[in-house]
């Protein structure tokens, strides 16, 4: 399968301020950044009502783990690799500790389709854009077509994904936004499907990450309604 169009070498030339700015952003689509925003928007809720339903932060955080384990799966189902060029390293004006932490950043290992960063960002600020209440409908589509445009592109500068890799991505998550959208599933459909997905994907690739994963949506669930419970009395 051919995916090379030339971009990932043009964009290799580019000045290192702004790969170092690609690999800070790049962190937005972050699985670990994922999950802090989607908590950080149960927290806020819990103070002032921003989402439509009091679940909504953990369907979107099953989200977040159900595309992770999707990629996962789907990475070694294909199994392309990255493009040759590798991860940047950081610039030596950063000095060791700031070249260290842009090194960190900027790396990706493993397979290269589809982008899991195109694939959770997608999700996850679609999924937002949905379930929140602050501003317009168009004005929170806006804002997260934006942040997946930003993303996609980070993963191009930095030279970790072709660009075939990113659109795949983003067609497979609006896809799957598109499937919730259409059927509307309750927040327990979408915890136990993500659940599952991780679960299979676990023994699937006997990776100890997924199997914590597969544990998060179900385990925040459950302290979403203790701590709701706590909250009420």
């Known amino acids: 399968m051919t995916r090379r169009v030339g971009l990932v070498d043009l964009l290799a030339g580019l000045p290192d301020p702004i790969r170092v700015g690609a690999a800070l952003l790049t962190q937005l689509g972050d699985v670990w950044w994922l999950i802090a925003l989607t908590v950080a928007v149960w927290i806020v ?7 439509r339903e009091r679940s909504d932060p953990i369907a979107v955080l099953a989200l977040v783990i159900g595309g992770y384990a999707l990629t996962t799966l789907l990475k070694a189902a294909f199994g392309l690799p990255r493009p040759p060029i590798g991860s940047p390293t950081g610039p030596e004006w950063l000095g060791p500790v700031g070249r260290g932490a842009i090194d960190t950043m900027a790396h990706a290992d493993g397979f290269g389709f589809p982008s899991g960063h195109a694939i ?9 854009a949905r379930r929140v209440t602050l501003g317009t409908a168009r004005q929170r589509a ?29 067609a497979i998550a609006v896809a799957l936004l598109a499937v919730i959208e259409r059927f509307r599933p309750g927040p327990r459909v979408i915890v136990g499907a993500a659940t599952a997905l991780a679960g299979l994907a676990a023994v699937l ?11 998060l949506p179900v385990g925040g669930w459950a302290l979403a309604a203790r701590l709701d419970r706590s909250l009420d009395r």
């Open 45 to 51: 809720d819990r103070r002032r009502p921003i989402v």
């Open 120 to 128: 959770g960002a997608t999700l996850v600020y679609g999924a937002l």
């Open 142 to 170: 806006v804002v997260a077509a934006g942040l997946v445009g930003l993303i996609a592109t980070t993963r191009l500068v930095l030279g970790v994904h072709y660009l075939v890799d990113v659109l795949a991505g983003i």
């Open 205 to 215: 690739t006997l990776d100890p990450r997924l199997a914590a994963a597969a544990m």
